[in-house]
Each structure stands twice: as C-alpha cells, then as structure tokens.
Nanobody, 120 residues
Framework: QVQLVESGGGLVQAGGSLRLSCAAS????????MGWYRQAPGKQRELVAT???????NDADSVKGRFTISRDNGKNTVYLQMNSLKPEDTAVYYC??????????????WGQGTQVTVSS
C-alpha cells in the first residue's frame, strides 16, 4: 500500500506565495518521477511541473519563473513553491508519483488534492 499526502493549500491574495508539500508513504522501494497537476472548475487536469529522481524538472509555460518544484529523496517528498500567484492559478492541486513497491511492482499514485484559491 502506497499513499501520497498533500498539505499547504489555502487562500492567498494575488501576488502572494504558497508552498505545497506531498509525502509518499507505505511499502516503497523507490520513487521515480514526481509531479504536480491542477484542475480548475470546468477544466481538464493539467500538468504544472514534474521532477525526476535526479532532479531534472519540467514546468508548464504558464508557471515558468513563478513556481519551483523540488524534492527530498530521503523523505520521498516533493514540494511546489508558488510565487507571484494569480487568480488563474486557482485550482485543486494534485500530487503524482511513480512508485516502485517493495514487491517490485510499479504504481502511479495520486494524492487527494489540495485547494489553492487566489483572490484578486
């Protein structure tokens, strides 16, 4: 059993900052790529940023220069530092991870989501 637990969402004014955290726990052998996605009301879920176990990152154009993804491999945790937030960043943010279980089975795991609301 593997799960992702997110924290750090909330309400912030435009121009403000938030930091999201997502910790993987359970019977984990290793964690490969981790990432953040978001889904705004009435829209499809979209990629925000991903990071490999080696630290290589990929960011959506809409967040480049404002959001930074990072991870702590020792804690199986991924972070999303969000600066210069805009009202259009309002969404439910989901953590995602490719996890190798101790059984050597590979799983794609999703967090439960955390709400980020940016007021204008």
């Amino acid at each position: 059993q593997v799960q992702l637990v997110e924290s750090g969402g909330g309400l912030v004014q435009a121009g403000g900052s938030l930091r999201l955290s997502c910790a993987a726990s359970g019977s984990i052998f290793s964690v490969d790529d981790m990432g953040w996605y978001r889904q705004a009301p009435g829209k499809q879920r979209e990629l925000v940023a991903t990071i490999t176990s080696g630290g290589r990152t990929n960011d959506a154009d809409s967040v480049k220069g404002r959001f930074t993804i990072s991870r702590d491999n020792g804690k199986n945790t991924v972070y999303l530092q969000m600066n210069s937030l805009k009202p259009e960043d309002t969404a439910v943010y989901y953590c995602n991870a490719n996890v190798l279980h101790v059984s050597r089975s590979q799983y794609v795991v999703w967090g439960q989501g955390t709400q980020v609301t940016v007021s204008s």
